[in-house]
Nanobody, 116 residues
């Protein structure tokens, strides 16, 4: 059973940076496609970035050029480096690891608030 724990959220000023970490236990995270999602108040959860088992990546248009997703297989961790943060990036950020429809796991989320 995969367990995911997100960390790294917090309060940052516009233009600032944060790095989120998704740390996995119970399975080898490199076997999974891993995505970072976010959900702002009153909005649907949306995909921000994802990394696949061949290390290909995809990003939402709203974060391209500002966010970078990466893996550290030795640490069983996936990171989301977030630069040039904007108030509209404020949301709860969730990590998802998926291998199949039945092997699909979520973390508890971490709050990111971008405000002056």
């Amino acid at each position: 059973q995969v367990q995911l724990v997100e960390s790294g959220g917090g309060l940052v000023q516009p233009g600032g940076s944060l790095i989120l970490a998704c740390i996995a236990s119970g399975s080898i995270l490199s076997n999974y496609a891993v995505g970072w999602y976010r959900q702002a108040p009153g909005k649907q959860r949306e995909l921000v970035a994802a990394i696949f088992n061949i290390a290909s990546t995809t990003y939402a248009d709203s974060v391209k050029g500002r966010f970078t997703i990466s893996r550290d297989n030795a640490k069983n961790t996936v990171y989301l480096q977030m630069n040039s943060l904007k108030p509209e990036d404020t949301a709860v950020y969730y990590c998802n690891a998926k291998l199949t429809a039945l092997d699909d796991h979520w973390g508890q989320g971490t709050q990111v608030t971008v405000s002056s």
